[in-house]
């Protein structure tokens, strides 16, 4: 199982918005050159964040890209699923049914109680950490999240 990229660099263009410019905006060459993307792509990513609630964007000599909310508001749940979407969605078994319109498993499936599992446990962490939590050091990220992982066994 992986992330997708799409994923990865949208949070850490989100963080670096967050870390870098509380109050005044980033710009995307500035994203860029910061993160390592492409232009192209810190667009793309950007557009998607702004398009989630997550940052607004102004025009201008001063403009650029900033948080459309304090960073303790904004939950890593909520950004990871505008990104790239949930490991494990309802739809699931009907987007993965094979050449059948129903999937041979529907009534019985140990594959599907897996994957809810597996977003069970994800979202334990993420609905719970926020973008606030996101800036500190790996060390206290880490503090932060170890609890959370601690509750789901």
Same mark, same amino acid.
């Given at each position: 199982?992986? *992330? ?12 670096? %918005? ?6 005044? &905006?980033?710009?995307?060459?500035? %994203?860029?050159a910061a993160e ?5 792509? !810190? ?10 609630? *997550?940052? /607004?964007?102004?025009? &201008? ?12 508001? %904004?939950? %890593? ?10 490991? *494990?969605?309802?739809? *699931?078994?009907f987007d993965h ?10 009534? /019985? ?12 446990? !994800? /979202?334990? !962490? ?14 206290? !990220?880490?503090?932060? =999240?170890?609890?959370? =992982?601690?509750?789901?066994?």
């Amino acid at each position: 199982m992986k *992330f997708s990229a799409q994923e990865e660099y949208g949070l850490r263009c989100l963080l670096r %918005i967050a870390k870098e410019s509380p109050d005044d &905006g980033l710009t995307i060459p500035e %994203i860029s050159a910061a993160e390592g993307l492409t232009q192209a792509n !810190v667009a793309k990513l950007l557009r998607i964040l702004r398009m989630g609630g *997550f940052i /607004d964007s102004s025009r &201008g000599q001063t403009g650029g890209y900033k948080l459309a909310k304090k960073p303790e508001e %904004i939950l %890593i749940a909520p950004v990871l699923s505008a990104l790239g979407g949930r490991l *494990f969605e309802s739809s *699931f078994c009907f987007d993965h049914s094979g050449v059948d319109s129903i999937c041979t498993h529907s009534i /019985d499936c140990s594959v599907r109680s897996l994957w809810r599992a597996v977003q069970n446990a !994800v /979202d334990a !962490v993420t609905m719970k950490l926020t973008l606030r939590d996101m800036m500190n050091s790996e060390e206290q !990220v880490q503090s932060v =999240v170890t609890p959370l =992982v601690e509750t789901i066994n």
